[in-house]
Nanobody, 127 residues
Framework: QVQLAESGGDLVQAGGSLRLSCAVTGLSISEHYMGWFRQAPGKEREFVGCIKYSGDRTYYADSVQGRFTISRDSAKNTVFLQIDNLKPEDTGAYYC????????????????????WGQGTQVTVSS
């Protein structure tokens, strides 16, 4: 069975930092594209970033470029999302997602391209 478990969300002040974790079981993050999405209240779930299965390529939404960094610990099969200089508009539930199969994803930006999802972790940024 495939399971993704996010953690690390918190209530923080603007300008602060957080590191979110996504612990994965049932598939290898060294074989699957791994994405991060977020969803603010009343808004559509949106792409945040993605890391290629090889670990040597990352992709980010324009809105988070320069502040968010995706990394991983292959030995622990865990993906991370480092968030710096948090802004109130970063507030939302953050979700980790995995591609349905190895070595390929149809479109990294689209929720429907991912088959496995965690339950989410809440990030709240106060001003």
């Amino acid at each position: 069975q495939v399971q993704l478990a996010e953690s690390g969300g918190d209530l923080v002040q603007a300008g602060g930092s957080l590191r979110l974790s996504c612990a994965v079981t049932g598939l290898s993050i060294s074989e699957h594209y791994m994405g991060w999405f977020r969803q603010a209240p009343g808004k559509e779930r949106e792409f945040v970033g993605c890391i290629k299965y090889s670990g040597d390529r990352t992709y980010y939404a324009d809105s988070v470029q320069g502040r968010f960094t995706i990394s991983r610990d292959s030995a622990k099969n865990t993906v991370f999302l480092q968030i710096d200089n948090l802004k109130p508009e970063d507030t939302g539930a953050y979700y980790c997602a995995a591609a349905p199969g190895p070595y390929y994803i149809q479109n990294i930006y689209t929720t429907t391209s991912y088959a496995y999802w965690g339950q989410g972790t809440q990030v709240t940024v106060s001003s």
